[in-house]
């Protein structure tokens, strides 16, 4: 698979970059960080002219289609900036199209890898974004709160009404939750989008051994009393967590009203 994806990069830089009304290219995630592994997707992102970004993005499928044979692409919607594209060679390109003034310093443009910048519409973002620095603020353990104990009453509510799949859809919510909480109290930016797996387990981890255990641990039986239990047991970890993020954004941590409100779901 990597000299399928060299292969397929080298195509659609050469495609890109021979486009007139393409200001620059650049790559993210696992490729432009170097951590990446046999199945890593491409995350291409292209940098247009603003009265040209309409037109890339009506075109976005059939430029891909010039890049290798394509098995299938995901979504419909014409009108996202973006297409996600799955090739015969079982590497995917996950391409956006953007303009000048949307790319700005960012956590997220950390560590972007630049591929094609001529006019260096790149180099102020790439310095500024190096310098940024991820800190958890009252807003993200705030809304991180809200959302563990939201999970917590909508897995008893399922499982109170037998939709299991539903419980556990839920259930690996507050899970994904958790994890999220010990990234912000590592002061560590989680590269992956809410509610994906990517890169929490693995080679890749940036977790502890005890933090993997717990996850392992978390694991249940498909029945409601398994979904119960797992639920309980991740509880102390969220009362420790709130404790110890609200102290470190400087907010309430509202212990007894929390344990009320997850009480209410035993």
Known sequence: MPQHRAILLKKALKDLT????????????????????????????????????????????ERAQK?????????FNPFVPHVVTHYDTFVKVDSWYHTPEEIIPSIWLKELEVLHDPHNTLSKIKIESSKLVYEPSSVDVEFWRGKILAFIHETYRAVMRNEIYYALSNLERLRWLIVSSWYLEMEEHLDSPYGVWSKIEGKRSKLKQWQLSLLENWDTNHNSNGIMKTMVSIIPEFYRLNKHLSKKVQIDSNEENIKKIVEMAY
């Not at 890049?67 to 692409?73: A, I, K, M, T």
Request: proline fraction near 4%; include cysteine.
């Open 67 to 75: 890049w290798g044979e394509v098995l299938f692409f995901e979504g």
């Open 18 to 61: 021979e486009d007139p009304y393409v200001l620059a290219v650049y790559l993210c995630g696992s490729l432009a960080k170097g951590d990446f592994d046999n199945f890593s997707d491409i995350d291409l992102h292209t940098i247009v002219l603003p009265e040209k970004k309409e037109s890339f993005i009506k075109g976005k499928r």
